[in-house]
């Protein structure tokens, strides 16, 4: 499994640590079984009622999907996720229906539940020794018409999974971002009582 150095408080689950979102990925496909129990970590995310509103639409490298798929992303985004072993599209689901409730209604937490599915299959793709690298850089209007995405969904981001590969496969400028990033401190967003008076 891939170390870096990033640095946090003692105690702090190593795992969380290791993941982080590499551009160099090797170019070889994610077996089946692999693909399964990542998308089963994010099966065990908590969500409003327990209305699990995250939905995941993907391409395996080497199948019939993945040149339709890469295709929906930005240019940039394209120039490297290609060696990426599996694209993910990450949807959600805007309406809800509570226990009680007879009718689907709006949502509160349709993106925030997603986003901590998202969360979990990251860290078990890790886990499993691959890297999940988020993107928001995509065309959302033609993923919605390509994916025959309902209005219902909103298409939060999409994620390409992989082996590191060696980041000589990437060019210079982005060799040189090819790092896992730093941290806020803590004391910078966490608050006890109350946001400051100058928070922004
Ligand atoms: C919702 C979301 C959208 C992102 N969009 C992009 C993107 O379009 N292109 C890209 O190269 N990285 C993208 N990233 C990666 C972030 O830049 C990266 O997660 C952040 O810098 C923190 O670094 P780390 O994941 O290596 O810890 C995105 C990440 C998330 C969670």
């Known amino acids: 499994m891939a170390t870096n150095l990033r640095i ?11 993941r982080w979102s590499p551009r160099a990925f090797d170019g070889s496909p994610i077996p089946i079984e692999d693909i399964q129990t990542i998308f089963d970590a994010a099966r065990w ?7 699990q509103p995250w939905r995941f639409v993907y391409a395996r490298r080497g199948g019939e999907d ?3 798929f890469l295709d929906l992303l930005l240019p940039f985004n394209r120039s490297w996720a290609d060696r990426a072993g599996l694209l993910v599209f ?16 709006p949502s509160h937490s349709h993106s ?12 078990q793709a890790t886990r499993l020794g691959y890297h999940a690298h988020g993107m928001t850089g995509l065309d959302f209007d033609r993923t919605r018409k390509e994916l025959a995405v309902p209005d219902r969904f909103r298409i939060e981001a999409a994620a390409a999974i992989g082996r590191i590969g060696d980041k000589s496969v990437l060019p210079e400028a982005l060799q ?10 803590v004391v910078e967003f966490s608050f006890e009582g109350a946001l400051p008076a100058d928070a922004r």
């Open 8 to 18: 946090a408080a003692a105690g702090v689950e190593p795992l969380i640590l290791e």
């Open 45 to 51: 995310a908590p969500s409003a009622f327990n209305s």
């Open 66 to 68: 993945w040149a339709r």
């Open 90 to 105: 990450i949807l959600s689901d805007t309406l809800i229906q509570g226990p009680t409730a007879t009718e689907p209604a």
């Open 112 to 123: 925030f539940d997603a986003g901590a599915a998202w969360a979990l299959l990251a860290l």
């Open 176 to 185: 040189a971002r090819e790092a896992p990033s730093g941290r806020k401190s």
